[in-house]
């Protein structure tokens, strides 16, 4: 899905007029393409052939209700990390028992609504929880079905921020501790502990700590079967890398089904996988307009109307986007721009010393990459309203989120002029 080349010369993006498309619809702009979305899925899918095996896409990378829906079409459940995540995936039509409720800090109330609502599964993380769960859940006269997130404590090779399968992380429990829970499992009638997860990181370019994790897994499993535990799930987490710059090898669905499929050889289970990044990431882009060039004593600065706001993950991660300019860039001068946005920040920076074709006030650019963890991590800081979100579908475009304007922004502040005691 490298589409660098073809949108800064040609233009286009999933048969769509780019530069048409920000006349009419301005710039910030997120824009995602449909059909690539759709090859991720179906590639995964068709990895995936032969097991017995689910998809959860991972809500938090974009949650779009228009992206989501286009996900359910595709047969994809969801797993989530909130009560608002879980009402996302129910109103885009994804079936509740084929939602996974993962996270470290599921509140009495979230509990309640996800059982209510008849989720196929939690993601279990801490002792605290699990007592959580059995006392809603005996409250409610159901019983829940749960699966125990164990830490492997295994380094990804990610960033450090996204890193969640070493002992020192906040996710998750140790196998000794999950092997304790099964073992008294009767203390918790409500609950159907029935199932193993696991989830080691983001952005993972290699699969060697893939295998790694999946070889502790299997043979915690391969255990457990043996005590007499029925073990009706394993999942397997998500977390596969996606190419944000020239020279990085994404990890192919194949070579990942066929690590899956060699650790858990002879589960007759139900195997669940949560990608998020990869199935959007690289079918996103966000355009926007340069404002200025200014030249400084040491750099020259491109300063665009698009933020840290708008898209967090280089200030937040250190994190590499390609960017492109977009039209005719033949025989164009290169030179070295810091690329920064309008923001109150230095932080405000997309990228240092970026070579590109020479830009002028006005020129519109791609920020590429941007299908995961752009708008889902966007915010109003500064007042800055919140992008408007396009889908491009075979030359053709739906808006799936209006441009934030001032008065959306602030609807929900009021005066102080009504005082309460507490």
């Not at 949560?274 to 355009?287: C, D, M, N, S, Y």
């Amino acid at each position: 899905m490298q589409v660098s080349g073809l949108i800064g010369n040609t233009g286009t993006f999933a048969g769509v007029d780019l530069a048409a498309l920000v006349a009419r619809e301005g710039t910030p702009l997120y824009a995602y393409s449909a059909p690539a979305i759709r090859e991720r899925v179906r590639a995964l899918r068709a990895a995936l052939a032969g097991m017995d095996a689910g998809i959860r896409y991972a809500v938090k990378a974009n949650g779009n209700g228009a992206i989501l829906r286009l996900l359910a079409e595709e047969g994809a459940g969801a797993d989530i990390v909130s009560g608002g995540e879980m009402q996302r995936a129910l109103r885009a039509g994804i079936a509740a028992a084929d939602i996974v409720f993962s996270g470290v800090g599921k509140t009495d109330a979230e509990i309640d609504a996800a059982l209510a609502a008849g989720i196929g599964r939690f993601n279990v993380e801490s002792r605290a929880e699990l007592d959580a769960i059995q006392r809603i859940a005996a409250a409610r006269g159901c019983t829940a079905v749960a699966s125990v997130r164990i830490n492997p404590d295994v380094d990804a090779l990610t960033h450090a921020k996204i890193s969640t399968g070493k002992a020192e992380n906040k996710f998750g429990v140790s196998i000794a501790e999950a092997r304790g829970w099964f073992d008294a499992k009767a203390q918790w009638p409500n609950v159907r502990l029935d199932g193993l997860h696991m989830h080691i990181g983001s952005q993972l370019l290699s699969l060697d700590p893939v295998r790694e994790a999946l070889a502790r897994m299997a043979a915690f499993w391969k255990e457990l079967a043996a005590a007499g535990h029925d073990i009706a799930s394993i999942d397997v987490g998500g977390g596969l890398g996606v190419r944000y710059r020239d020279g990085e090898q994404a990890p192919d669905a194949f070579d990942y089904a066929a690590l899956i499929r060699e650790a858990l050889h002879g589960f007759a289970g139900r195997i669940l996988v949560e990608p998020g990044r990869w199935l959007v990431a690289e079918a996103g882009v966000l355009l926007s307009r340069v404002l200025l060039v200014k030249r400084g004593e040491a750099r020259r600065f491109l300063v665009l109307d698009a933020a840290m706001n708008d898209l967090l993950r280089p200030s937040l991660y250190e994190a590499w986007h390609d960017i492109v300019r977009i039209g005719d860039n033949t025989g164009c001068e290169r030179l070295a721009y810091d690329v920064v946005g309008p923001v109150c920040e230095t932080g405000d920076t997309f990228a240092q010393n970026r070579e590109l074709p020479r830009c002028e006030a006005g020129d519109l650019v791609a920020i590429l990459g941007a299908g995961a963890y752009g708008a889902s991590m966007a915010s109003t800081y500064n007042s800055r309203p919140l992008a408007a979100e396009v889908l491009l579908d075979d030359g053709r475009y739906a808006l799936i989120r209006r441009r934030q304007d001032f008065d959306a922004m602030i609807a929900d502040e009021r005066p102080a002029d009504e005082w309460r005691s507490a």
